[in-house]
Structures are given as C-alpha cells and as structure tokens.
C-alpha cells in the first residue's frame, strides 16, 4: 500500500465536468508494477491528509476489508466555531440523505443509518477549539454533519457551515466566496494492522498550511 498526503481542493476522483483530480496523477505512483494503485477509501475534496492506496488487486481487496469493518484507526484534526462545554465525548447521531436532489449531503435522521463519532478538545482559543475526531462508523460527511448538529461547524464548511446556512436561508447560490476558508478538516493519523504478527502500520500528516494560523490560536505548538 500506499499512504499519502491529500492536499485541500483536490477530489479524488474525475468528476462529471471533468478538471483536477487526484487520481489522474496516480499513474506516477506505479514504482515498477504494471497498474497504478487504486484507493482504498475516500476523502472529501476539501479534507486534507492521509489517504490510503492499494498497489494491486490484492491489496486493494484486503484493505477495502479492514475499513469496511472498521478495523482501521483513524484520527481527524478540526477547527470549529465556539466548540462543545466538556472536553471528550461521543456523538451517536443517525444520517439520511438530505434530499433527492442532493444525495451526497446528509442529516440528522432517527431512521437513517448509524452514525458515531468520538471527539477530545486538544485547545481552545478565540472562539474556536480544535478537535480530534474518530469516527466509529464511515459515513458521508460524518465529521462535517455531527459537529454542525452539536452546534459546533467545522471552520470553512461550504455545506454545513454557519455562512453556508445563511446562504441557504437567503435562498443565494450556493458557491463558495473568494478569501473564506477552506475546510479546516484534516485527516491527521491513520492506523492500519496489515499483519497479525507485526505492529499496524501508523503514518502521521502535517498539519496543512491553510489551518496553521487557527490551530495557534487554539494552542498548537508546530508539531
């Protein structure tokens, strides 16, 4: 396998208008097997950090195994608006589709599917608190739809954020505006046991450039 480090604003697929895709590159990724690697899971196009890629069928198989069962460890870095009043806690909070028309955006819904997420405030600051979030299950959008629900959107979300609900009351279009923050949700540390017999592979990624000014405000030292 591979693990890499996905920035910000790049999807990973090619979609439907085509442009910048993350896949289109993975081609340079072969070091000497004859296919490129495929992924093993997905990110948002604005989530940043680690992202994991089979180097063959094989591989892809098994580790499409260890995240559909939930035997990857996964750690996200956030930074929210306000934050929540205790310090650690567990949101267990079902999501649906938020419409037909929509059918990627999620919401809350006591019929949907299970949807748990731990969390633990590693800093506060300026109105802001940064996060690490574990998502138990692997639902679209988790993260982004179980912070805005306790009140707490993450900082740049262009869909369940404060200024994208705004938007959407005024009825405005709905496209991001120049100069607001990109998502600040970062996919921090991923933890995979390939091996029974060995240590799971645990890869760490930086924090990115655009989230490094808010997460100083709320205590981060650079590491």
């Given at each position: 396998?591979?693990?890499?480090?996905?920035?910000?604003?790049?999807?990973?697929?090619?979609?439907?208008?085509?442009?910048?895709?993350?896949?289109?590159?993975?081609?340079?990724?072969?070091?000497?097997?004859?296919?490129?690697?495929?992924?093993?899971?997905?990110?948002?196009?604005?989530?940043?950090?680690?992202?994991?890629?089979?180097?063959?069928?094989?591989?892809?198989?098994?580790?499409?195994?260890?995240?559909?069962?939930?035997?990857?460890?996964?750690?996200?870095?956030a930074?929210?608006?306000?934050?929540?009043g205790?310090?650690?806690?567990?949101?267990?909070?079902?999501l649906?589709?938020?419409?037909?028309?929509?059918?990627?955006?999620?919401?809350?819904?006591?019929?949907?599917?299970?949807?748990?997420?731990?969390?633990?405030?590693?800093?506060?600051?300026?109105?802001?608190?940064?996060?690490?979030?574990?998502?138990?299950?692997?639902?679209?959008?988790?993260?982004?739809?179980?912070?805005?629900?306790?009140?707490?959107?993450?900082?740049?979300?262009?869909?369940?954020?404060?200024?994208?609900?705004l938007?959407?009351?005024?009825?405005e279009?709905?496209?991001?505006?120049?100069?607001?923050?990109?998502?600040?949700?970062?996919?921090?540390?991923?933890?995979?046991?390939?091996?029974?017999?060995?240590?799971?592979?645990?890869?760490?990624?930086p924090?990115?450039?655009?989230?490094?000014?808010?997460?100083r405000?709320?205590?981060?030292?650079?590491?």
């Amino acid at each position: 396998m591979l693990i890499i480090d996905k920035p910000a604003g790049l999807p990973v697929h090619r979609g439907p208008k085509g442009g910048a895709n993350l896949e289109a590159s993975f081609d340079a990724l072969r070091f000497g097997l004859p296919r490129p690697p495929v992924l093993a899971h997905r990110l948002d196009k604005d989530t940043s950090g680690c992202l994991v890629l089979g180097r063959h069928r094989k591989a892809t198989a098994s580790l499409g195994l260890l995240f559909k069962h939930g035997k990857v460890g996964k750690t996200y870095w956030a930074v929210v608006e306000g934050g929540p009043g205790e310090d650690e806690g567990t949101i267990d909070m079902p999501l649906g589709r938020l419409n037909a028309e929509r059918g990627w955006w999620q919401k809350p819904d006591p019929d949907g599917q299970k949807a748990v997420t731990t969390w633990k405030v590693r800093g506060r600051g300026d109105g802001l608190a940064w996060l690490a979030l574990e998502p138990v299950t692997g639902r679209t959008h988790q993260l982004r739809v179980h912070t805005s629900a306790m009140g707490w959107p993450i900082v740049g979300d262009n869909i369940y954020g404060t200024q994208a609900s705004l938007r959407r009351l005024r009825n405005e279009k709905f496209t991001p505006r120049f100069g607001e923050p990109i998502l600040h949700l970062h996919s921090r540390e991923i933890v995979i046991p390939i091996s029974k017999n060995k240590e799971p592979v645990r890869v760490t990624a930086p924090a990115p450039e655009h989230m490094r000014e808010r997460l100083r405000k709320c205590g981060w030292n650079g590491e």
